[in-house]
């Protein structure tokens, strides 16, 4: 079983509707995080997580919210989808200074 | 503030030849480095990582790659390509200073020929 699962793996939905992006992990780890990626772009931090009670926004934060559940599960909204928000979306985890090991990735078009 | 700057948004190789994919950071503190490979319709997969021991560091697949303190530089190398080999790679970067938040380049993505 993968360490890091991420669904749905891929998603089309309309704009203005409400989606939700999951993630869970079994590494046990404390921090997680959301990215996406677009082409030429590399991945950008949405939001992080390094604790169940702590939530920090990332570089592009605008337009999408989270939920700590647990340690092991982190969401990601969107409360009103919108066409620029079409892309590769990941969820990583880490032990503070080591590296990040990430899902598979969800594809969301948002048409 | 922390940044990673990939030479090449695609290099094109032959089977068999050198693979050298270029990485300057940017941190004001000792940093933290890492290369990831992401093949077709998958996550990022860790190739290797520098975090203040030796220099040049051995990771997987026969990649390596070398801090340059001095350059600013990360480059990762592998001596001879295979078709395996064929994927987007990205540089990455993260110190104390961001509470260990990664940095992205923008990647390289490789070509193998036959």
């Known amino acids: 079983d993968a360490d890091v699962t991420q669904t749905p793996r891929n998603r089309i939905t309309k704009t203005g509707k409400r989606i939700m992006l999951e993630c869970s992990q079994t590494?046990?780890?404390?921090?997680m995080y959301w990215y996406r990626q677009d082409p030429g772009l590399g991945l950008r931090l949405i939001y992080y997580?390094?604790?169940?009670?702590?939530?920090n926004k990332g570089e592009i934060s605008d337009g999408y919210s989270v939920s700590r559940q647990a340690q092991a599960k982190f969401s990601l909204s969107l409360e009103s989808a919108i066409p620029n928000q079409t892309a590769l979306y990941f969820c990583?985890?880490?032990?503070?200074?080591?590296?990040?090991?990430f899902g598979d990735g969800t594809r969301l078009s948002i048409l | 503030a922390q940044s990673v700057t990939q030479l090449g948004s695609h290099v094109s190789v032959s089977e068999g030849a050198l693979v050298l994919l270029r990485c300057n950071y940017s941190?004001?503190?000792?940093?933290?480095l890492f290369w990831y490979v992401q093949y077709p319709n998958q996550g990022l997969q860790l190739l290797l990582k520098?975090?203040?021991?030796?220099?040049l560091v051995k990771g997987i697949n026969g990649f390596e790659a070398e801090f340059k303190k001095s350059e600013t530089s990360f480059h990762l190398t592998k001596p001879s390509a295979h078709m395996s080999d064929a994927a987007e790679y990205f540089c990455?970067?993260?110190?104390?200073?961001?509470?260990?938040?990664?940095?992205f380049g923008k990647g390289t993505l490789l070509t193998v020929n036959p």
């Open positions: 520098y975090t203040s021991a030796a220099t």
């Open positions: 590494k046990g780890h404390d921090r």
């Open positions: 997580s390094f604790d169940v009670k702590d939530i």
């Open positions: 990583a985890t880490s032990d503070l200074d080591q590296a990040q090991h």
């Open positions: 941190s004001s503190v000792p940093p933290y």
């Open positions: 990455a970067v993260s110190d104390q200073g961001s509470n260990y938040k990664l940095t």
